[in-house]
């Protein structure tokens, strides 16, 4: 009867603590994004309409540089660009056609800002994009 009472408390104890711990996590991570957004700085990333294209969006303030690189999960760079300081508005559509399927990061750096947008590529009958 103790051991039941134990181990239920024990299964409390732990389901508490990893709730705490990954609500603390999302916390830190809103925090970078909303302090991002209040510099002047989000990115959107959206797969055009029956294509093997996306569109990346990005809105900046023009007081600094926008760092925009494609990397692949082993980290392989297939672009990099430095966009212009004075401009506010980045808009680029990526053809990923020729690319093999796999996991592919957009990684965006504005002054001490970093956002990562995803996009997963899968080969199946029909070539599929996976945006997260």
Known sequence: MKIAIISKLALAFVLTFSLVS????????MKKV????????DASLFQLT?????????????DSHLRVILRDDSGRTYYNE??????????RTFDLADMIDGTYHFELFYK???????????TTKDRVISLQ
């Open 34 to 41: 909303e302090a991002a957004r209040r510099d002047g700085f």
């Open 112 to 122: 001490d800002h970093k956002l990562t947008k995803t996009v997963q590529l899968d």
């Open 22 to 29: 990954f609500t603390a996590d999302k916390k830190e991570s």
């Open 50 to 62: 029956n294509t093997h294209k996306v569109k990346l969006a990005v809105d900046k303030g023009s």
């Open 82 to 91: 430095l966009y212009g300081k004075g401009k506010i508005d980045y808009r």
